[in-house]
């Protein structure tokens, strides 16, 4: 018993330096460091594994809102035209780290408002990605409304990097990381 306790907390902190600064030095078993990678946060998967190269980078990419009654299309500059707003919220993933980032981006609740949705709906929300097991996910109205959450265009005061899922990414407060989608494509009210 002793030797699994100490087993135990010898990987718990020898991997807690993914999200404690002051562990940092002691990250021997983490896959992630902090303030390591695009726009100073870690990846955990890229555009490159997404296979989403071409098409978040394709000058015609658009973000398709639908709405109860209202369908609209945005392009990057109608989505900053809409106006943005900025929050420092945490990327906590479930492979261990946890970072707090400055996003910048349009607030959800008024991208719903563009489309004459109830700022508290429920979503879904769909990513570039062919597949996988996170390419669409569901937002509660909770989140929704939040005027902290946001479709995400800059990170740390610069536009999101591609493997941060440029052009635009989910970020809300209180959300494991694999549920921020990234590469949006569309966001849906589910009536």
Not at 86 to 93: G, H, K, N, Q
Not at 103 to 115: E, I, T
Not at 151 to 161: I, Q, S, Y
Not at 165 to 178: L, N, Q
Request: aromatic share 6%; charged share 20%.
């Amino acid at each position: 018993m002793a030797g699994v306790t100490a087993a135990t907390v010898g990987v718990v902190a020898l991997t807690a330096g993914q999200s404690n600064r002051l562990l940092e030095p002691l990250n021997v078993f983490g896959a992630r460091q902090r303030y390591i990678g695009p726009d100073d946060l870690p990846v955990n998967r890229t555009a490159r594994a997404a296979g989403v190269l071409a098409t978040a980078t394709a000058a015609d990419w658009t973000l398709t809102v639908v709405g109860p009654d209202v369908t609209r299309t945005f392009s990057r500059a109608e989505l900053v035209a809409l106006g943005t707003a900025t929050a420092d919220l945490p990327i906590s993933c479930v492979e261990g780290w946890s970072q707090v980032a400055s996003w910048r981006g349009v607030r959800m609740r008024d991208l719903l408002a563009s489309v004459q949705a109830d700022p508290a709906s429920a979503l879904r929300i769909t990513s570039l990605e062919k597949s996988g097991g996170y390419r669409v996910t569901e937002m509660g109205p909770e989140y929704a409304s939040d005027p902290t959450t946001l479709l995400a265009l800059e990170v740390n005061g610069k536009t999101l990097d591609l493997d941060h899922g440029f052009p635009a990414r989910v970020i809300a407060p209180g959300r494991p990381g694999v549920l921020q989608t990234k590469w949006i494509g569309k966001i849906e009210v589910i009536r």
